[in-house]
């Protein structure tokens, strides 16, 4: 399991830019992958992966502040935890 971005872990982004964010897994693991700022989580992927992982667009939206990223690995059935990774980036205006 792993996580990557655009500039990596610690990296500063400013609102509007645009990044790339790829994530491996195992075959038949249901993965659940979330931003998370402050208070707030927002996903970015789920389903069963097929053992590729995907690498994905995006923009960075605010607010200021630390923004973890994170990906959750359960078995297939999406029941039993199996591992996890995680990022930090810095958002700016």
Not at 5 to 17: D, L, N, T
Request: proline fraction near 2%.
């Amino acid at each position: 399991m792993s996580l990557s971005i655009s500039g990596g872990h610690g990296s500063v982004h400013r609102i509007g830019e645009q990044l790339q964010l790829c994530y491996t897994s195992l075959a038949n693991q249901y993965i659940l992958l979330y931003s998370v700022q402050g208070t707030t989580s927002a996903e970015l992927r789920r389903g069963v992966d097929d053992g590729n992982g995907e690498c994905f667009n995006g923009t960075v939206t605010g607010p200021e502040g630390i923004d973890n990223i994170r990906i959750d690995a359960y078995d297939a059935s999406g029941t039993v935890f199996r591992d996890y990774a995680q990022l930090s980036i810095i958002v700016v205006p």
